[in-house]
């Protein structure tokens, strides 16, 4: 059993950054997957990015690379997610996500159904 619990969600401004963090409980933290979702009001809940057990391998959506960072301290069960040049799109719930596959490929760690444990989510808000 894995739990996990997201902060770090706020209100900022357009063009503004955030860090969100993930801890997860349990000692086999490390040989999980991570991902990151997000939930916007009346939307699915759609994919951010992920990164494999090592840390090595990271997949992003095509409308956050380049701004957005995933990674993991496996020493602290930690997984973050640096948003940079954020906009009013990018407000939404933000969800971490653990999967028992350590290594997934892009296909795979971009579908929820895939997630096996679930944070209660943070609120991230972009204004203009």
């Known amino acids: 059993q894995v739990q996990l619990v997201e902060s770090g969600g706020g209100l900022v401004q357009a063009g503004g950054s955030l860090r969100l963090s993930c801890a997860a409980s349990?000692?086999?933290?490390?040989?999980?997957?991570m991902g990151w979702f997000r939930q916007a009001p009346g939307k699915e809940r759609d994919f951010v990015a992920a990164i494999t057990w090592t840390g090595v391998i990271t997949y992003y959506a095509d409308s956050v690379k380049g701004r957005f960072t995933i990674s993991r301290d496996n020493a602290k069960n930690t997984v973050y997610l640096q948003m940079n040049s954020l906009k009013p799109e990018d407000t939404a719930v933000y969800y971490c996500?653990?999967?028992?596959?350590?290594?997934?490929?892009?296909?795979?760690?971009?579908?929820?159904?895939?997630?096996?444990?679930w944070g209660q989510g943070t609120q991230v808000t972009v204004s203009s």
């Open positions: 349990g000692r086999t933290f490390s040989m999980y997957a």
């Open positions: 996500a653990a999967m028992r596959k350590p290594s997934p490929d892009m296909v795979v760690a971009g579908l929820a159904v895939e997630y096996d444990y």
